[in-house]
């Protein structure tokens, strides 16, 4: 045993002892260093990570900007709205009645199921696969805590009740589960003005990949469709954040300690979307989108002459933009996407079609400018015309024709001739179809224009169809020529103004928010110098004039009273023979393939046209009797008669009125046929 009391005993400790203590200062001297690093040189530091613990900043979303129409009528606003985040990994578990307690040793755990259940019970789903997609979402958040740690996104636009159910259960799905206000778009004008504004939806996988630089989030709303897409930059604001004081289940704490609100970090204001003003006149959509719903499925386009402003642009069936503002049941979507209606295409510039004798225009302007033709020689119509071993057909026998009156009674045997002599070739119409806005954009921009077809030999040759009788079907607008509602308003545009081919435009203007202004469009000719000559104009002006205003016009019994109107009616052949229908397959009330597609184009006033309109119904019958009635009543409201007239026609165009106490001839019958009525 080693005694301690001993000299030698204690000479042997005290090394010991020394490094022990030397050890301990040591220790302390760490400890020191460290405390002064922590509370000095890292204090900001740790300070801010403290703040944390009772400070939460959350994203601010910016006003999305608002689409007005000519008039200040608002087509595109914003509402209020409650959206539903969900945290699927917190720090927090249920605890039988007590609700949330913390985990432990602050362990993040993933949301349980019984919390899942409960929230799907207080939320209206329109059928099992929207619950099947809301469950979905929760479980990959879930299984992803890299992702699910964070309050994410997982429903918009709950409703009151839906709001109220939730709220009232929160402490048993807190601090999972949270409530936002935020905002949804509006459409005042519903389905009349949706193919124009467009509508949102939530951002794909692939855009947010390719655009990692515009700040986009999953879950964020974008435009899909019409000018909410279009203009999409524009109208996008940019994001704000806000600062607020929580309790340690992350609620806000509506009284914070005054210490708590000073260390907040500041907040950022969002910066809002710009305003879109359209050209759109609003009274002019509703009279063309109610005179249009009467059918099943067509177009209209109404332009000013001059500018080529865009007055108004419908097409029905469509869809009510609102209607994607909430979800839509599996069944409904699939009737929408199944139908033969097409309700998701835009059917004035989405969608091309046979144009009929409305091309009749294009064909007489391309003869005009053949060095032999001779507008006023005379050929017989025997309503039908051999050609190659095959009869082309007329709708009847016309009699004597020359080109003015060929183009008043839409006489397919006169063009038919021509293509014969080989006036109308492909090689000479193609040109002049495209000089006049046809085989090509218009320019517009808006929902996925499409560009038309105007034959070539080249092009016939590849599609295997290039025989003679190719050059005869085309000369009256059938064949392969294809074109678009908004093409046809542009062309007879170019003839109402007197040859300027205009780019259509719907944005007026844009405005930020406080009334800066940030863009203004310019009307734009696409071409310098007219690409009509004018003596080619007069002679179809007067043409289309007396399709509406002679006895033998085709449009004669819709001509308006106070108004002269020249126009072009076609009745575009589908070729489609009368079919059985499938066995399940369901039939729309009034739909027929085998009718013919119905084309009115006009312009108005006559003398000084100011301006276009155009319609086309889906296999309505013919243009007179299906498209004219609509042209005529937005030409009506837009110049502002107030009659329609079908006993005694206006005054022929250039026909001077009686002279005093001179009875009033008949005004239809100012001229012989053909002249120019």
């Known amino acids: ?76 606003t914003n509402r209020s709205a409650y959206t539903l985040y969900i945290t699927a990994w917190t720090r927090f578990v249920r605890d039988g009645e007590a609700g949330t307690v913390p985990s432990p040793e602050g362990e993040r755990l993933s949301m349980d199921d019984a919390t899942v259940e409960l929230v799907i019970s207080l939320i209206d789903f329109v059928d099992e696969d929207d619950e099947a997609r809301f469950r979905d979402r929760v479980a990959s958040l879930r299984a992803e805590q890299d992702v699910g740690k964070y309050a994410q996104l997982v429903r918009r636009n709950l409703s009151w009740e839906e709001n109220a159910r939730l709220q009232a259960r929160l402490d048993g799905i807190d601090p999972w589960v949270e409530i936002r206000g935020t905002s949804r778009r509006y459409y005042p004008q519903g389905a009349i003005t949706g193919f124009v504004t467009g509508h949102m939806g939530n951002i794909g996988r692939g855009a947010l990949d390719r655009s990692p630089h515009l700040g986009y989030r999953p879950g964020d709303r974008v435009g899909q469709t019409g000018i909410e897409r279009a203009w999409e930059n524009y109208l996008r604001g940019r994001l704000g954040s806000r600062s607020r004081v929580v309790d340690a289940r992350r609620r806000e704490v509506q009284e914070p300690p005054p210490a708590a609100t000073e260390a907040l970090p500041p907040d950022r204001d969002p910066i809002p979307g710009q305003d879109i003003y359209l050209t759109l006149d609003v009274p002019l959509q509703d009279v063309a989108y109610q005179s249009l719903s009467t059918k099943l499925a067509g177009g209209v386009v109404a332009m000013e002459v001059k500018t080529g402003k865009v007055l108004a642009m419908v097409s029905v069936p469509g869809i009510d933009p609102n209607r994607y503002e909430q979800p839509i049941a599996a069944s409904e979507w699939n009737a929408w996407a199944n139908s033969p209606l097409k ?13 009929g004798s409305t091309y009749k225009v294009v064909s007489a302007l391309t003869a005009l400018m053949h060095p032999e033709f001779d507008p006023d020689a005379e050929i017989e119509c025997d309503g039908y015309l051999r050609y190659g071993g095959r009869k082309f057909r007329d709708t009847h026998r016309h009699g004597v024709m020359n080109l003015e009156s060929a183009i008043i009674e839409s006489c397919n045997t006169y063009f038919y001739q021509l293509a014969v002599d080989n006036v109308l070739s492909l090689e000479r119409v193609e040109p002049v179809a495209r000089a006049l806005g046809l085989g090509e954009r218009t320019g517009l921009g808006l929902n996925a224009e499409v560009k038309g077809t105007i034959p070539t030999p080249e092009f016939e040759a590849r599609e295997g169809t290039y025989q003679g009788g190719v050059r005869l079907n085309s000369a009256i607008g059938q064949g392969n020529v294809k074109v678009t509602v908004m093409q046809l308003a542009v062309l007879y545009g170019a003839v109402a103004n007197g040859g300027y081919v205009m780019t259509p435009y719907l944005v007026d203007r844009i405005e930020t928010n406080d009334g800066k202004l940030v863009f203004e469009s310019q009307q734009q000719r696409r071409n310098n110098e007219p690409v009509i000559d004018p003596s080619d104009r007069e002679r179809i002006h007067r043409g289309l004039i007396g399709v509406v205003n002679n006895r033998e016009g085709t449009a004669y019994s819709q001509r308006l009273s106070g108004i002269v109107v020249a126009g072009k009616t076609g009745t575009a052949q589908v070729g489609r023979d009368r079919r059985i229908a499938r066995k399940g397959e369901v039939l729309i009330e009034g739909w027929d393939t085998t009718q013919d597609h119905a084309w009115f184009a006009a312009y108005a006033p006559a003398g000084d046209p100011r301006i276009v309109v155009v319609a086309m119904v889906e296999h309505g019958g013919t243009g007179a009797d299906a498209a004219a009635p609509i042209v005529m009543k937005v030409i009506n409201h837009y110049i502002g008669a107030t009659t329609m007239q079908t006993e005694t026609p206006p005054r022929a165009y250039g026909v001077p009125p009686p002279l005093p106490g001179a009875a009033d001839p008949d005004p239809g019958a100012g001229a012989p046929k053909g002249a120019g009525q």
């Open 1 to 76: 045993m080693i005694n301690v009391r001993g000299r030698d005993n204690l000479r042997d400790l005290r090394p010991r002892f020394q490094a022990m203590v030397g050890l301990v200062v040591l220790v302390f001297i760490g400890f020191a260093v460290r405390l002064c690093q922590i509370q000095v040189l890292e204090g900001d530091h740790y300070s801010r990570r403290a703040e944390r613990n009772f400070v939460d900043v959350v994203d601010v979303e910016a006003p999305r900007g608002r689409v007005f129409a000519a008039g200040g009528e608002p087509l595109a």
């Open 343 to 355: 309700p998701f295409i835009d059917k004035t510039v989405q969608e091309h079609f046979f144009p």
